[in-house]
């Protein structure tokens, strides 16, 4: 079975970890410790919310100051534009902050959610059938 686990530094593990799971995520436990939380997507999907200090112990790189460098953004898909709206609300209740306007192509609904961290994830919804007729395929 092929996973990914994205590894993410964060100031405070458990403030990150009920952000994430506002915005729809499980804690997988085998995999959290005290300065780890293992956050399910789905099953291949995982975010390892780990200490700075965790984090700094296996890369020898400085952490980006993240309010001022983008380094990656990773994007969640969801079925519906109400859940993609639902998802955004609890996000900005539990502290996110939208840092662009949403955008809509027809086929396909962005917004952006940056985490407690900086870190920003776009929340999809996207019309395939949509997307292919615009495509011609």
Known sequence: MKQIFINLPVKDVEASKDFYLQLG?????LFTFDDQKCMAWSEQIFVMLQTQEMFKSRNK???????KNTIATFTLPVKS?????EIMAKGLRA?????????????????????LDGHNWGIVCLDLEKFKEMRGK
């Open 95 to 115: 502290g996110g902050k939208e840092p662009t306007p949403a955008f809509d192509e027809g086929f396909m609904q962005l917004r952006n959610i940056e985490d």
């Open 61 to 67: 790189k400085n952490i980006a100051y993240r309010n």
């Open 25 to 29: 995520f499980t804690l997988n436990p």
């Open 81 to 85: 534009l109400e859940r993609l709206n």
